[in-house]
T-cell receptor, first 109, second 116 residues
Framework: GEDVEQSLFLSVREGDSSVINCTYT??????LYWYKQEPGAGLQLLTY?????DMKQDQRLTVLLNKKDKHLSLRIADTQTGDSAIYFC?????????FGSGTRLQVQP | SAVISQKPSRDICQRGTSLTIQCQVD?????MFWYRQQPGQSLTLIAT?????????ESGFVIDKFPISRPNLTFSTLTVSNMSPEDSSIYLC?????????????FGPGTRLTVT
């Protein structure tokens, strides 16, 4: 099955950019998603990228995909304290998602 | 995106009992899924809830422990049977948006289950 790995923790200062990385093993992943989970809350779909794209920008969010290396990243520009949360990458080969372990982003004021 | 509600939002249950979690969507959707998130962990897919047929379970999950119903295109239930403390988790349902060419999955708010 698919293995998805993320670093567990990232700390940045408010106003800086955050980069959250993800590696996966299933080269047939068609859609690759990023979700945000705030404490005690459900999962919020942030953005996604199709496997035939290299980059997707959506306001402060930029997703980069290196399909050859099976590496996905999420860049958050001008990080705010409200961005503090756990971020999950979730590649989808079929219709079901495989979630990474999640990266806890801490934004220091 | 679809609006998804789950009931109950949380519960504390005794060992050996069963709990049924409901998932309601405000529009008809083809694909519905049930996930488990154990404390401090990531999400694991339990099963795909199929309308009109048996659910499709992932490795490590069985129908006797997690029976699922999907009577129509807007509703599904997950039962956690004969519970033990190891079943303490957040249970989330998700639906596939299926709009346009993408297959985004949207999640309900989750049901936080504690088994004592």
């Amino acid at each position: 099955g698919e293995d998805v790995e993320q670093s567990l923790f990232l700390s940045v200062r408010e106003g800086d950019s955050s980069v959250i990385n993800c590696t996966y093993t299933d080269s047939s992943s068609t859609y690759l998603y990023w979700y945000k989970q705030e404490p005690g809350a459900g999962l919020q779909l942030l953005t996604y990228i199709f496997s035939n794209m290299d980059m997707k920008q959506d306001q402060r969010l930029t997703v980069l995909l290196n399909k050859k290396d099976k590496h996905l990243s999420l860049r958050i520009a001008d990080t705010q304290t409200g961005d503090s949360a756990i971020y999950f990458c979730a590649p989808a080969g079929g219709r079901a998602l495989t979630f990474g372990s999640g990266t806890r982003l801490q934004v220091q004021p | 995106s679809a609006v998804i509600s789950q009931k109950p939002s949380r519960d504390i249950c005794q060992r050996g009992t069963s709990l049924t979690i409901q998932c309601q969507v405000d529009s008809q959707v083809t694909m519905m899924f049930w996930y488990r998130q154990q404390p401090g962990q990531s999400l694991t897919l339990i099963a795909t809830a199929n309308q009109g047929s048996e659910a499709t379970y992932e490795s490590g999950f069985v129908i006797d422990k997690f029976p699922i119903s999907r009577p129509n295109l807007t509703f599904s239930t997950l039962t956690v049977s004969n519970m033990s403390p190891e079943d303490s988790s957040i249970y989330l349902c998700s639906v596939e948006g299926g709009f346009g060419l993408s297959y985004e999955q949207y999640f309900g708010p989750g049901t936080r289950l504690t088994v004592t």
